[in-house]
């Protein structure tokens, strides 16, 4: 088996080359494949001019068996290549992704989120039979299920919000533009794909699920979005492509893009300043005794005086607990479990060791 080809684009179809590289080597996939649209006949606007839709060669499938025999291939080749806690994100319209999403979860991923991308200018419904389709739909799903996995919280919350000193928890619909004017990839002058997806939906895919240093492989690379934005954003990436005219201009869009240097990159450091909840005893903020409210199914713990917490028959961590409150999937307790204030209103308890962090 080869080493990873790290940095460039290969030339071939995706499942082939996935099948030849080395297994559980990558930390995240980015994949946007053919959506299926099966359109018959062209679409015109009112004044009679063609609309640009995707009638590309790589999107006609005889049937609906067809689509699903070539994604269960590329989704098990693409599995078989992520590391045991990597991740992989699938974008799709309303064509394609419940079937992708029904593969996906028979071949064992496991679900994390899905995202809606919501277009704050998409293109109208010409015809006015339907409602304007104004978003698109992206699965996010890690290899096992329990397994560890990258989620970078913090620079999520600052990306979402700068006003308040500890940022926002961001939510899973996302407005963003779709790619229009100047920032469309051209090959002389006319729009080189009809695809092309907005760098700043790979801007927050990449800060949110991968570090500075990982891999990220895109088997559908067009036009190199994902490598663009996984170079400036200091990580190394891979591109697969069948088509070679989209290789060159994908490869001339990489190339101009400039590399951020490591410390801007590194910014998730403070996870590693620990922080553990019985400091929030020791130094008074908490009380033993004192009850914490769960995120969900209004579960209630008390706090002990060693630091952990009883709900029921569970006695532990604010982790542990929050884990098997959570039938046994990775939890941060700090982003859980709520403290009521003194005018009864319900206060994360993370924000409690966000003040003592920022104290240093
Ligand atoms: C929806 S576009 C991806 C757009 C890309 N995310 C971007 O921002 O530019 C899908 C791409 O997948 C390529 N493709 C389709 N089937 C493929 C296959 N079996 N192997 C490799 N590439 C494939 C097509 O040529 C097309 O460029």
């Given at each position: 088996m080869k080493p990873l080809p790290l940095n460039s684009i290969i030339h071939g179809d995706c499942i082939e080359i996935l099948k030849s590289l080395p297994e559980n080597s990558v930390d995240l996939i980015f994949a946007d494949p053919?959506?299926?649209?099966?359109?018959?006949k062209d679409l015109y606007r009112p004044n009679m001019t063609k609309v640009d839709a995707v009638?590309?060669?790589?999107?006609?499938?005889?049937?609906f068996s067809e689509y699903d025999e070539f994604t269960r291939q590329w989704l098990s080749a693409s599995r078989r290549v992520l590391k045991e806690t990597g991740t992989i994100w699938v974008i799709g319209t309303y064509h394609n992704i419940y079937r992708v999403g029904a593969l996906m979860q028979d071949l064992g991923f496991w679900f994390l989120n899905d995202i809606v991308w919501i277009k704050s200018n998409p293109m109208p419904n010409f015809r006015g039979v339907r409602f304007t389709n104004a978003h698109e739909t992206m699965i996010w799903a890690q290899k096992h299920k329990g397994a560890k996995y990258t989620f970078n919280h913090q620079s999520m919350k600052k990306l979402n919000d700068d006003?308040?000193?500890n940022g926002l928890q961001m939510r899973s619909d996302w407005n963003l533009n779709l790619v229009t004017g100047k920032h469309r990839i051209r090959s002389n002058g006319v729009k080189?794909?009809?695809?092309q997806k907005p760098e700043a939906l790979l801007y927050r895919i990449i800060m949110a699920s991968s570090n500075a240093g990982d891999v990220i492989l895109d088997p559908f690379f067009e036009s190199g979005t994902t490598g663009a934005v996984a170079k400036r954003l200091g990580r190394n990436w891979i591109g697969i492509e069948r088509d070679k005219k989209y290789i060159k201009v994908a490869q001339k869009r990489v190339d101009s893009v400039q590399e951020a240097d490591r410390e801007a990159m590194?910014?998730?450091?403070?996870?590693?300043?620990r922080v553990p909840f019985g400091a929030l005893l020791e130094n008074g903020t908490l009380q033993p005794g004192q009850i914490l409210y769960f995120a969900k199914n209004g579960a209630k713990a008390k706090i002990l005086s060693n630091g952990h917490i009883r709900c029921g028959d569970l006695t532990g961590s604010i982790h542990g607990v929050a884990k098997s409150l959570m039938n046994g999937a990775p939890a941060n307790g700090w982003d859980v479990w709520f403290y009521k204030d003194e005018h009864g209103k319900k206060i994360l308890i993370d924000t409690l060791r966000e003040k003592i962090l920022s104290k240093g």
């Open positions: 053919p959506y299926n649209l099966q359109l018959s009638d590309d060669n790589w999107d006609q499938f005889e049937n006003s308040r000193e080189a794909h009809s695809t590194d910014v998730e450091k403070r996870k590693q300043a």
